[in-house]
């Protein structure tokens, strides 16, 4: 089993929707998560933390809840330009210096 | 302007021709690291350094080669490639671990026939 697991997708979104992706996480010691944005053939960039209590920045909410092992990120009034892969980021089990990588989810707007 | 460089973007190489990816950052972060993605699975971890003469390996390893002689440059070296390394290669960095955010440079296509 990965130790982290996204849908691969892709999901193909109208734009205006909102959408909510899951990641699920093996490590249970986890505890740091964040939720990466990837374009294309381009590097990885930090789209927002994932802490315990929830947090939002505009679109964009993640939730973790550590009973289920689970992150889920929502967007809401998608735009075009959110149209990327989005990657889960968790904590090494045993590790303090180490990130474990879901593969990605895959999300393409359409007008 | 803050950022992650590396060098070169793209390299198409012959197997067993010794290469060696650069990379710098100019935010003086204590922590850098490579990466290799490969379709359909999540960026693997090749080596991290938590700071300057301290390396360790991440989760792959296996033929590949790093050091960290100052803060700003960690560069990978590909003793010998094969063509189980051709992948895009990530250099990223942060300020002091992986509970703050990784900054990447812009990637680095590598072919080995």
């Known amino acids: 089993r990965k130790e982290v697991e996204q849908d691969p997708g892709p999901f193909n979104v109208p734009e205006g929707a909102t959408v909510a992706f899951n990641c699920t996480y093996s490590?249970?010691?986890?505890?740091?998560f964040f939720w990466y944005r990837q374009d294309c053939r381009k590097e990885p960039k930090l789209l927002m933390s994932v802490y315990s209590s929830g947090n939002e920045d505009g679109r964009f909410t993640a939730q973790l809840n550590r009973a289920s092992q689970y992150i889920s990120l929502l967007i809401r009034d998608s735009k075009l330009s959110d149209s990327a892969t989005y990657l889960c980021?968790?904590?090494?089990?045993?590790?303090?210096?180490?990130?474990?990588w879901g593969a990605g989810t895959k999300l393409i707007i359409k007008p | 302007e803050a950022q992650v460089t590396q060098n070169p973007r793209y390299l198409i190489t012959v197997t067993g021709k010794k290469l060696t990816v650069t990379c710098s950052q100019n935010?003086?972060?204590?922590?850098m690291s490579w990466y290799r993605q490969d379709p359909g699975l999540g960026l693997r971890q090749i080596y991290y350094s938590m700071n300057v003469e301290v390396t360790d390996k991440g989760d792959v390893p296996e033929g590949y080669k790093v050091s960290r002689k100052e803060k700003r440059n960690f560069p990978l070296i590909l003793e010998s490639p094969s063509p189980n390394q051709t992948s895009l290669y990530f250099c990223?960095?942060?300020?002091?671990?992986?509970?703050?955010?990784?900054?990447f440079g812009p990637g680095t296509r590598l072919t080995v026939t």
């Open positions: 935010m003086n972060h204590e922590y």
């Open positions: 990223a960095s942060s300020l002091w671990g992986v509970d703050t955010e990784q900054y």
């Open positions: 490590n249970s010691a986890s505890q740091s």
């Open positions: 980021v968790v904590t090494a089990m045993d590790s303090n210096y180490q990130l474990i």
